[in-house]
């Protein structure tokens, strides 16, 4: 009687487990469909905040309940113009400025000026300067992205320039953004959440 009463339950695991595997990897699946993804770095532009092979974590949902803020580290679908692949390609930038907000580069102290007030910016990369001045004011549902590592980016700034400052060429609609990469979660000695810096809290609304 003893090993009948074994046998059985360990039957029933067996016959349960593709059952399982199988509602696992649909869990998986919806998980990185609608809410989670992973995404390397596969270059310099976001450096120091971001080296080349870290792995991102992504929310994919929080852009379904709002907008984009500024200061956030974000995953969008690159225009066709801003990509040499023909099947599209993500980027990820840091928001800098969102619908209606005026953006000039720079004061004499060679910082942004958003809405009016400077922008210190403690994550770009060490010895980076803006290179080129410009005055915009970004379209109602669309935002100017940049790299952390200005002088090493294919951002917002470079396609003001080569589109002849065109605006809608040099920002990117809303809803061609994936999510927001929230922490480094690869390497382990690299771990790190991906918070908004403080600097952008006292930026007026425009």
């Excluded at 580069?105 to 403690?122: F, H, S, T």
């Amino acid at each position: 009687m003893i090993d009948e009463q074994t046998d059985k339950p360990r039957s029933s695991f067996w016959k349960e487990l593709p059952i399982l595997l199988g509602v696992a990897i649909l869990v998986a699946v919806l998980v990185r469909a609608f809410v989670l993804q992973t995404f390397f770095i596969p270059s310099p532009s976001m450096e120091n905040t971001l080296q080349i092979d870290d792995r991102v974590l992504v929310n994919k949902l929080v852009y379904d309940f709002r907008s984009p803020h500024r200061g956030e580290v974000i995953v969008f679908k690159a225009p066709l113009e801003w990509s040499s692949n023909p099947d599209g390609e993500d980027f990820i930038k840091r928001v800098i400025g969102v619908g209606g907000d005026h953006v000039v580069c720079c004061d004499p102290q060679e910082r942004l000026v958003i809405n009016g007030k400077p922008l210190d910016e403690p994550y770009i990369f060490p010895g980076d300067k803006t290179a080129e001045e410009f005055d915009i004011t970004v379209p109602k549902g669309r935002l100017w992205v940049m790299g952390d590592h200005r002088e090493a980016s294919g951002d917002s700034l470079e396609h003001w320039q080569q589109s002849g400052q065109d605006i809608n060429a040099a920002t990117i609609p809303e809803d061609e953004v994936v999510g927001r990469a929230f922490t480094v979660f690869w390497p382990v000695n690299r771990a790190t959440w991906l918070s908004v810096p403080k600097e952008f809290e006292g930026i007026p609304e425009p």
